[in-house]
């Protein structure tokens, strides 16, 4: 990246580790000014000008923490806080916390504060998973499934004919030609994917009589899917990167 990005003030780094790609977001207060997004095998790292005063991070690639915290602390003379279950400022009701994903986590909490509860977040990443908030601000547990494009690299990698097509809606769900007819599966059987757990969700959680539940998507592939159904009422791509500024900043003290 040539050049460095400077900015004025107190900045907060917020750093999304996924298993596909790590995402920088730099906030100056509430604002997200930029954010950056590298391939997670690279050492890809924002060049910087000004004073970061701190950094927050969700990591679900251990393997990369503790060289990411040495890079970071190196670039930008910070220690890095990663956020866990054991850290993050809401009630955790599961078996084993350590086994839930930070971004998971990161992402119940900022709907908590951002958008209300209850909630269930839909996250179109590596894979695609369904978080439940309750209406007390607790994080339930939720439902993974493979990723659209996990799923995509799947058909091509483990058949002899499949091609490897872009994630796209097609004009009709019945295919005409083996692309077509894929990329159908892709979308539209992720559409009633979303479509078939949110309602179970709402019906085995809430109950029939708490059938509005706000549902928030986020990831990359967020925008196509939703296109596609009435049952998301928000899509917000940086969800992760706000509510690590959130726990970062200490806004839950003063609600």
């Given at each position: ?6 900015y004025?003030?107190?900045?907060l780094?917020?750093v ?15 604002k997200?000014?930029?954010?950056w ?24 690639v ?21 956020v ?13 916390k ?7 986590l ?8 951002l ?15 369904f978080?439940v908030v ?14 659209i494009?996990?799923?995509?690299d ?13 994630i796209?809606?097609?004009r009709?769900?019945?295919g ?21 757990v ?30 596609h ?10 969800l992760t990167?706000?509510?690590l ?11």
């Amino acid at each position: 990246m040539p050049g460095k990005v400077g900015y004025n003030g107190r900045m907060l780094l917020a750093v999304d580790v996924g298993n596909t790609d790590i995402v920088y977001g730099l906030f100056s207060g509430q604002k997200l000014v930029k954010t950056w997004r590298f391939p997670a095998s690279t050492n890809g790292m924002p060049r910087l000008k000004g004073q970061i005063h701190q950094i927050m991070v969700s990591s679900v690639v251990p393997s990369l923490d503790q060289r990411l915290a040495k890079t970071l602390k190196r670039c930008f003379g910070v220690v890095p806080v990663f956020v866990s279950a054991a850290n993050i400022p809401m009630q955790v009701r599961v078996r084993n916390k350590k086994e839930v994903g930070a971004d998971r986590l990161v992402d119940a909490f900022a709907v908590l504060k951002l958008y209300g509860v209850p909630a269930i977040i839909v996250d179109f990443g590596t894979a695609t998973t369904f978080d439940v908030v309750s209406a007390k601000g607790e994080y339930k547990g939720g439902v993974i499934a493979p990723g659209i494009t996990l799923a995509r690299d799947a058909l091509y990698n483990r058949t002899a004919k499949l091609p490897k097509v872009k994630i796209a809606a097609p004009r009709n769900v019945v295919g005409k030609d083996t692309v077509s007819a894929m990329q159908s599966g892709l979308v539209y059987g992720y559409v009633a994917l979303v479509e078939g757990v949110v309602e179970r969700i709402r019906h085995s959680v809430f109950g029939i009589r708490h059938c509005r539940v706000r549902v928030v998507a986020t990831g990359g592939l967020a925008g196509l899917i939703c296109k596609h159904t009435t049952v998301i009422d928000t899509i917000d791509p940086d969800l992760t990167l706000k509510g690590l500024r959130l726990i970062g900043e200490g806004k839950w003290k003063k609600t």
